[in-house]
């Protein structure tokens, strides 16, 4: 067990000074298997209590946080009360992005060893957050079974340069960029949920609040009705805390902080998959394990914690989804010295790496020696 997990120092420093070369993209000589063996057989035990103490915490954490922002803020001065409204939902809104990590844990049966709990408290995390639940679970479970594939791949499926919208042109510059960025972070959650944005292309209209969208099969539609149902109850709790408090009470404590979570969880996803050293596959290349690979750890500082470690733990994420967050840690260095060249970590500041990379991969391109794998391209 842990066997391999110990990289050579001089290697792991030539990995981290060059975190743009390309990996590699042909088959590992390594099975999931081997992986998995690699790994101590704890991390994948899951504890009820012990997901559960991070419920608790996080959702104290945003109690107390509220509290304070209710309590005392209208009593500061010019422009401190401005400042302390800044901070809150600043915070406010990486403290709720942990909780819909949690439940995103339940939707992968990473949370406990019971489903119908795992069900049950993603449902009512994600619902608080108006995020469909089920809808979102099983779109996201094909994005696991898909990841890298050009054709079946569920979320920020880059284009190859002949089918990029006529006005990318015009948005590759800085000025256009920050747009971009701007409306990806603002309005891409939104968008992929109602319209499909940045998904795979279906052959009819696809929303994850429709349970007949062809993202879904028919036994999950009645679940998909479910998670409407939770949208639209947290959605006339809203409004009538906005009846009582006022509308602009209710953008201050919640919907700011709630884009702030809905950008974060762009953001996350966008670097995770995107990135100039991560291949792409199309069907004649294309296996479940070297997609799995095809992803990238990153570093968000103090915030892997408060999201716990989806950010820097994402490799390992998608080799074993049922794994619990609090063992990713250890199971992704148990595992780096088997994965070798395989692995990919950037520990570039986060704010640099969606510049960077909102710039560098623009569209994919087959490889020139191998026309099954794509690669990231920017003119």
């Known amino acids: 067990m842990g066997g391999g997990g110990c990289m050579p120092v001089s290697e792991t420093k030539a990995k981290e000074k060059n975190p743009l070369e390309r990996v ?40 107390v946080l509220y509290y304070l922002a209710t309590t005392y803020f209208h009593h500061l001065p010019t422009p401190f009360s401005s400042l302390a409204w800044l901070a809150y939902w600043i915070v406010q809104g990486c403290v709720l992005t942990g909780v819909w990590v949690v439940a995103h844990e339940c939707g992968h049966h990473a949370f406990s060893d019971y489903q119908w709990v795992d069900d049950s408290v993603g449902f009512i995390l994600h619902s608080l957050l108006l995020v469909p639940y089920f809808s979102w679970k099983y779109s996201h479970r094909r994005h696991h079974s898909n990841t890298a594939s050009l054709e079946r791949d569920e979320v920020f499926v880059p284009k190859p340069r002949s089918k990029l919208p006529w006005y990318s042109k015009y948005l590759n510059n800085p ?42 099969n028919h036994r999950e539609r009645l679940q998909i009705w479910l998670s409407d149902v939770g949208i639209v109850t947290m959605s006339f709790i809203l409004y009538r805390v906005a009846l009582v408090k006022g509308v602009s009470w209710v953008i201050c404590v919640y919907g700011i902080p709630l884009m702030i979570v809905n950008g974060f969880l762009v953001l996350i996803t966008f670097l995770q998959h995107t990135h100039p050293s991560l291949p792409h596959y199309d069907g004649s290349e294309w296996d479940w394990l070297r997609g799995a690979l095809a992803t990238v750890d990153r570093d968000y500082g103090v915030l892997n914690k408060v999201f716990h470690n989806i950010t820097d733990t994402h490799v390992v994420h998608h080799l074993f989804s049922t794994m619990p967050h609090y063992h990713a840690m250890e199971a992704t260095k148990a595992v780096k010295g088997l994965l070798g060249e395989y692995y990919q970590f950037d520990g570039t500041p986060f704010y640099v790496a969606m510049w960077r990379d909102a710039k560098e991969c623009l569209f994919v391109e087959a490889d020139e020696a191998k026309g099954g794998v794509f690669w990231y391209k920017n003119n």
């Open 175 to 216: 000025p256009g960029r920050i747009l971009s960025l701007f409306a990806t972070l603002t309005l891409g959650w939104p968008l992929y949920l109602s319209f499909n944005v940045s998904g795979r292309p279906y052959n009819r209209f696809a929303c994850h609040y429709a349970p007949n969208s062809p993202i879904y």
């Open 24 to 63: 590699p993209s042909v088959k590992p000589p390594f099975t999931i298997s081997d992986i998995k063996k690699a790994i101590p057989p704890h991390c994948f035990q899951r504890s009820l209590i012990r997901s559960f103490s991070y419920v608790v915490y996080d959702l104290a954490v945003t109690f």
